[in-house]
């Protein structure tokens, strides 16, 4: 099994950055690929970004070109950034690993493994 927990969600301005962090452990050695998703509560979960040691870094649309998705091998940790918040970035983010490495159309695809979750308010 692997687990994974999120840290640095809270309230961020608006403008300003958002910075996640995600931390596996358990057997990590199954895991390829490492995602960002968000869900605001009564809509559909979005995909933020996908990684895997094959390809370049995929990104959402709606925060492609803000966005920076780093995977540590070394310490298990997946970091997000998203930079120029806007009041739509505000959502649950959870971080989800894959035993498989990112499917063209990752961001509807069910990943193996998910975090609880983390918070993040937009303040405006």
């Known amino acids: 099994q692997v687990q994974l927990v999120e840290s640095g969600g809270g309230s961020v301005q608006a403008g300003g950055s958002l910075r996640l962090t995600c931390e596996a452990s358990?057997?990590?050695?199954?895991?390829?690929?490492m995602s960002w998703f968000r869900q605001v509560p009564g809509k559909e979960r979005e995909g933020v970004g996908c990684t895997d040691p094959y390809e370049s870094t995929k990104y959402g649309n709606n925060v492609k070109g803000r966005t920076t998705i780093v995977k540590d091998s070394w310490k298990n940790t997946l970091s997000l950034q998203i930079d120029n918040l806007k009041p739509e970035d505000a959502a649950v983010y959870y971080c989800?690993?894959?035993?498989?490495?990112?499917?063209?159309?990752?961001?509807?695809?069910?990943?193996?493994?998910w975090g609880q979750g983390t918070l993040v308010s937009i303040l405006s």
């Open positions: 989800a690993a894959d035993r498989a490495s990112c499917r063209r159309y990752w961001y509807e695809y069910e990943m193996d493994y």
């Open positions: 358990g057997d990590t050695g199954y895991i390829v690929s």
